[in-house]
């Protein structure tokens, strides 16, 4: 029943760095267009900020798995500090930057990217994206400038300090408003690009000086010149960062070596049609895998969306059974059976049966139903297992066989914004021997997943609520996946990697 439930992913709506434009699900720091300016006198924002961290507290308490969770006894607490930091944020708003400043405070204590508050976007039209004329992409323990032109000065330049702060407390303290989860390995090698990048203009976050060491071991400070991006200056930076954006289809990048693109486990159909095409010639050409050097698994880019994606491509390559053997996940899942959840639950039904997955609308139904009832039992939780489960049927991990032809060394490319499926996938791709991670280190995930969006009352602000709790989940909360390879090159091309993969191969 998990893998069935996994497939829900439209109600799982993930909200980490680079999923979307920042300015498009993440507060900035600031920012008003000209027709925004007029209204922020006439707008009391502490009273807004204060009014909508209490709702979202009661949003929460209302709702969050986490309120009757036994394995996080500590987490009403928590909840009440995140209020008590979010009110102190909010009697020192003074405008939309400070009501955000508010949410983000009230987010940072909780650390979890499937719990937080966030602002709606306020882009003008009128606005435009500006950058330094660089890109800031961590490796290993540092954060480096990378440059369209590999001849600039600043080239390969780390970072030693911004603003006057040393450049870790500077990234910890400007990125309250970008949900930085700084002790998640992951997170430090994508949410610092976010601070060189202003999509509607210039924000009080941003840096205006910053001082570096230069390759050649001198030290210079630079006032950063801010400029509008162009079209193709903003193709770069994304590409510069991350690297191609690959297809998600099998293809033989060198000799031996075939590369699958998995940056896109989104649900929909067109995603949809593209895996099913995928199936079909990773079915057809397994044999063909078997004799080849290696396979590329590439997840750059992924950060979650719905986990049946990896599932089923790791069942084709490995067996299912041998899949199911090694990734039990945990004990059971748990529901928070309000009345609200219940109600959202239920929503999404009518939209698979449309779509004809009668399969997992029956799960939805089941499901929404065995809620309501928990519910008027008074019992908080529901709990999934109780799902069309016959006695004495036991889990298919438990009689799986676990062996498996398929020993063909693999590589999984890994980013560090890595979360929620994308960790799922890992958690099906790891457990084989013949797997080796090669990029950054993974972000991670609590256990309460599954969200929903509630609009807070006063202001732009929207509340992220997660439905369910994962009880004994082999995956520990906070953990995150590390990379036996660790990419340090700058440059994240495909073509990089295939150079570090195939090193590697010489090497075993």
């Known amino acids: 029943m ?63 798995p986490g309120i009757y969770d036994l394995a996080n006894p ?14 102190e944020a909010a009697s020192r708003a003074q405008d939309r930057r400070g009501y955000a400043r508010a949410l983000a405070e009230f987010s940072a204590v909780l650390q979890d990217g499937h719990a937080v508050l966030a602002v709606r976007s306020n882009d003008a039209e009128d606005t435009v ?67 060189f990048y202003a999509h509607a203009g210039l924000q009080d976050s941003q840096p205006r000086s910053c001082t570096f060491a230069l390759p050649d071991g001198s030290r210079a400070q630079e006032t950063l010149d801010w400029q509008p991006l162009t079209e193709a200056e903003e193709k770069w930076r994304s590409f510069g960062f991350w690297g191609d954006r690959e297809p998600t289809a099998l293809s033989e990048k060198r000799d031996g070596i075939f590369f699958i693109g998995l ?13 099913a095409a995928l199936y079909d010639d990773v079915r057809d050409r397994r044999d063909e895998l078997k004799r080849a050097k290696a396979l590329v698994l590439d997840l750059r880019r992924n950060n979650g969306g719905n986990s049946r994606w990896s599932r089923q491509l ?91 032809d398929f020993d063909t060394p693999v590589y999984v490319i890994v980013s560090g914004n890595c979360a929620s499926a994308c960790l799922d996938a890992l958690d099906y791709f790891t457990p084989f021997e013949n797997v080796t991670l090669i990029g950054a280190p993974s972000s991670a995930d609590s256990t309460y997943m599954d969200v929903r969006v509630e609009d807070l009352p006063a202001g732009p602000g929207y509340v992220v609520i997660p439905n369910k709790v994962y009880v004994g989940r082999k995956r520990a909360w906070g953990e995150v996946y590390r990379a036996a390879i660790e990419m340090t090159d700058l440059d994240w091309l495909t073509g990089t990697f295939l150079d570090w993969i195939e090193r590697d191969l010489d090497e075993k």
């Open 314 to 404: 790791a069942d084709i390559l490995w067996g299912e059974d041998a899949v199911g053997a090694r990734t039990a996940s945990s004990e059971d899942v748990l529901w928070r059976t309000s009345p609200d959840n219940t109600a959202h639950i239920a929503s999404v039904e009518d939209e698979f049966r449309a779509n004809g997955d009668i399969e997992v609308a029956d799960f939805i139904h089941r499901l929404a139903e065995g809620m309501r009832a928990a519910h008027e039992r008074g019992e908080v939780f529901f709990a999934e297992s109780t799902l069309g489960a016959e006695p004495g049927e036991e889990p298919a991990s438990a009689t799986a066989n676990p062996e498996t």
């Open 129 to 195: 994206p500006v950058w330094p004329g660089f890109i800031a992409v961590w490796r290993g323990d540092s954060l480096f400038v990378r440059t369209q032109d590999r001849a600039a000065p600043l080239y390969g330049a780390r970072f030693v300090s911004c603003d006057g702060e040393q450049i870790d407390a500077f990234l910890r303290d400007r990125l309250v408003t970008q949900y930085f989860r700084p002790d998640e390995a992951g997170q430090w090698w994508v949410r610092p690009m976010q601070l």
């Open 2 to 64: 998990t893998t069935l439930v996994r497939a829900i992913a439209p109600i799982a709506v993930l909200f980490a760095a680079f999923s979307a434009p920042a300015s498009s699900t993440l507060a900035q720091d600031g920012g008003h267009s000209a027709a925004e300016q007029s209204e922020q006198g006439a707008t009391d924002w502490a009273d807004v900020a204060r009014r909508d961290v209490l709702a979202a507290y009661d949003a929460y308490v209302r709702n969050h």
């Open 263 to 275: 940056q896109d486990f989104a649900l929909d159909e067109d995603v949809g049609t593209d895996f």
């Open 74 to 87: 500590g987490f009403p607490a928590q909840l009440s500090q995140a209020r008590t930091r979010g009110l």
